[in-house]
């Protein structure tokens, strides 16, 4: 039922003139043939044009590109600038091209994007990843890690649930950062731990 949501939803998009993909842990557990409750979604439409025709969504962090309801999270297509707080871009520019919104995800498994005609979009090799059961950075490790240190933590979760393997370079810069975590709201660490339960 969550794949037919998604493909409900794009043709409701269609009609207004923009795209949207599933991309993100939805995409990949689609790809890998697992169950998922949450729909991961990005789209060339603004907040703004969204609340058009999906008015009942949650707006609260519109600014961010970002809209949501339970279970279902839909982003801008977007640029971010540098972190400047470990956990935050300093920018955020809305852009209608796949190609410069995988940039500033975190995993080649998780920079993946589905049409609503079920093509898969890769742009760093995200499938290969998948195949050979890899858990890779997008870019420079060390960058992506000083950007957010809770990668790291992320990086590990990821490996445990889906019974992958590091990459070495990612591995090698999450071990030499993990003082970083120190710098995070203890929070944030909590509820990434909590989400290794589940």
């Known amino acids: ?5 998604f493909l409900d939803l ?3 998009f269609k009609a207004h003139g923009y795209s949207l993909y599933l991309t993100g842990g939805s995409a990949r557990d689609y790809l890998l043939k697992r169950e998922f409750i949450d729909l991961d979604l990005t789209t060339d439409a603004t907040p703004s044009e969204m609340k058009e025709f999906l008015p009942n969504l949650d707006y609260t962090y519109a600014k961010f590109g970002n809209v949501h309801d339970k279970h279902l999270d839909i982003t801008t297509l977007r640029v971010e600038g540098d972190y400047k707080d470990f956990r935050h871009p300093s920018v955020v520019r809305f852009t209608t091209k796949l190609e410069e919104d995988y940039l500033r995800r975190d995993f080649t498994i998780n920079a993946l994007y589905i049409d609503m005609n079920l093509k898969v979009y890769d742009f760093c090799n995200g499938l290969k990843d998948l195949k050979n059961k890899v858990i890779r ?3 420079d490790p060390v960058k992506r890690v000083k950007e957010d240190p809770l990668r790291i933590l992320r990086a590990e979760r990821f490996a445990k649930k889906l019974g992958f393997k590091i990459e070495a370079n990612s591995l090698k810069a999450m071990n030499d950062n993990k003082r970083l975590l120190e710098k995070l709201n203890t929070n944030k660490i909590k ?8």
């Open 10 to 12: 794009a043709k409701l």
């Open 137 to 139: 950075f997008i870019g």
């Open 191 to 198: 509820e990434e731990i909590k989400k290794r339960h589940f």
């Open 1 to 5: 039922m969550t794949l037919n949501k």
